[in-house]
């Protein structure tokens, strides 16, 4: 399922290319911390689904696999160095010795990590935007503007209809 869901995530972030399409898809699972487990899980559904409206050719849908694939393989290694620091830190009393530098090594490993994954999305994204014709470019633009209208029709909703606050 997590294998699926990445896999989805990653096909759906090609139409975030440029400016034609923008969304966020998690790489590589940072701020996935005792609070932050599932945050992002479900970014992107909206986009794999404008991915499948596009009718991608075979040929299109394996290139696009092996551009993930690729893309998965060269960062696993950096996304398990630190999935096992934050381990280490998490494993960690707040009064062992040490504590409060490990906390600062690990935010700056995550800040390098935030940093690298936005280049290597940017960078997968262009690859798999290179991969669909201009039509298909035209009708993701597309795609992304009835999105964004959506989401203001949706804004605006909730400015005009707020929950009541329980108390």
């Known amino acids: 399922m997590r294998k699926n869901t990445l896999l989805g995530l990653a096909l759906a972030s090609a139409l975030a290319i440029?400016?034609?399409v923008a969304l966020a898809?998690?790489?590589?699972?940072?701020?996935?911390?005792?609070f932050g487990h599932g945050r992002h899980h479900h970014r992107g559904h909206g986009?794999?689904?404008?991915?499948g409206k596009l009718n991608l050719s075979d040929a299109?849908?394996?290139?696009?696999k092996q551009i993930i694939r690729s893309s998965r393989?060269?960062?696993?290694?950096s996304r398990d160095a630190l999935r096992q620091q934050r381990s280490a830190f998490e494993s960690m009393t707040p009064n062992q010795v040490g504590y409060?530098?490990?906390?600062?090594?690990l935010a700056?490993?995550?800040g390098q990590a935030t940093q690298q994954r936005v280049q290597q999305m940017a960078n997968l994204r262009a690859q798999i935007y290179a991969v669909l014709t201009p039509a298909q470019q035209a009708q993701a633009a597309t795609f992304k503007a009835q999105a964004q209208a959506r989401r203001a029709q949706w804004k605006q909703f909730r400015a005009e209809h707020p929950q009541p606050s329980a108390k």
């Open 18 to 20: 440029g400016s034609s």
């Open 25 to 34: 898809a998690p790489a590589g699972g940072a701020g996935h911390g005792d």
């Open 47 to 51: 986009q794999m689904m404008m991915l």
């Open 60 to 64: 299109q849908k394996a290139s696009v």
């Open 73 to 77: 393989e060269q960062n696993k290694s």
């Open 100 to 105: 409060q530098a490990a906390a600062s090594r």
């Open 108 to 110: 700056q490993a995550e």
